[in-house]
């Protein structure tokens, strides 16, 4: 359970640095309260990790064999084309981040016709978990679940997405320039390529 938790603490809190749902975060606790902004966000990404070990332990009733060399090539595969992905990156790769999840909360804005705290949470909530599905942590999360215990999983995930959401509404603004998001994708690739190889060496 210790392993499954430090894994999925690890890999979430890495990999979702810098990416769409946390800028997204940033530019919501601009403008509303960062209680709200937090607990909202939170929400959306414990939710998602939920479902996600739910999806992780049903493939795991498939052959075990399976699933132990399905998730070595999982990791590795999706840690080769983060690095690679990191390489083709630019200064404007950051900034079509940013644009992207300012376009996302712009859009949201647009509809929104009050500002109470029910509106701010449920704009929180839903902007983060339509931008986190199919995401590449999602991903992650389920191919840990499939072969780990989920407990661990989902507790390290959420507490991984938990401190990305606080350090997002705190100190997003002051944080979000200096992050890059190549060197970002860059270390969660060679952490998933970690994993494939841990996972290769484990027995099935």
């Given at each position: 359970?210790?392993?499954?938790?430090?894994?999925?603490?690890?890999?979430?809190?890495?990999?979702?640095?810098?990416?769409?749902?946390?800028?997204?975060?940033?530019?919501?606790?601009?403008?509303?309260?960062?209680?709200?902004?937090?607990?909202?966000?939170?929400?959306?990404?414990?939710?998602?990790?939920?479902?996600?070990?739910?999806f992780?332990?049903?493939?795991?009733?498939?052959?075990?064999?399976?699933?132990?060399?399905?998730?070595?090539?999982?990791?590795?595969?999706?840690?080769?084309?983060?690095?690679?992905?990191?390489?083709?990156?630019?200064?404007?790769?950051?900034?079509?981040?940013?644009?992207?999840?300012?376009?996302?909360?712009?859009?949201a804005?647009?509809?929104?016709q009050?500002?109470?705290?029910?509106?701010?949470?449920f704009?929180?909530?839903?902007?983060?978990?339509?931008?986190?599905?199919?995401?590449?942590?999602?991903?992650?999360?389920?191919?840990?679940?499939?072969?780990?215990?989920?407990?661990?999983?989902?507790?390290?995930?959420?507490?991984?997405?938990?401190?990305?959401?606080?350090?997002a509404?705190?100190?997003?603004?002051?944080?979000?320039?200096?992050?890059?998001?190549?060197?970002?994708?860059f270390?969660?690739?060679?952490?998933?390529?970690?994993?494939?190889?841990?996972?290769?060496?484990?027995?099935?």
């Amino acid at each position: 359970m210790l392993t499954a938790f430090t894994a999925g603490l690890l890999l979430i809190t890495v990999s979702e640095l810098g990416d769409k749902t946390f800028f997204i975060a940033v530019i919501l606790s601009m403008q509303h309260s960062r209680r709200l902004v937090f607990a909202g966000v939170t929400a959306a990404l414990a939710a998602m990790t939920i479902l996600s070990v739910i999806f992780g332990q049903a493939a795991s009733l498939l052959p075990k064999i399976y699933i132990h060399y399905a998730e070595i090539v999982l990791f590795i595969a999706f840690g080769l084309k983060l690095i690679y992905d990191a390489s083709r990156m630019s200064t404007a790769a950051d900034q079509e981040v940013v644009e992207e999840a300012k376009e996302a909360v712009e859009h949201a804005h647009l509809q929104e016709q009050q500002k109470n705290p029910w509106t701010i949470l449920f704009k929180s909530f839903i902007l983060t978990f339509a931008a986190e599905w199919g995401d590449r942590t999602q991903i992650a999360t389920i191919a840990l679940a499939a072969s780990n215990n989920p407990i661990g999983v989902t507790a390290g995930a959420i507490l991984g997405h938990a401190i990305c959401a606080l350090i997002a509404v705190i100190g997003g603004k002051l944080i979000a320039g200096r992050i890059s998001e190549r060197q970002i994708t860059f270390i969660g690739g060679l952490l998933f390529i970690i994993f494939g190889i841990v996972a290769a060496i484990g027995k099935p």
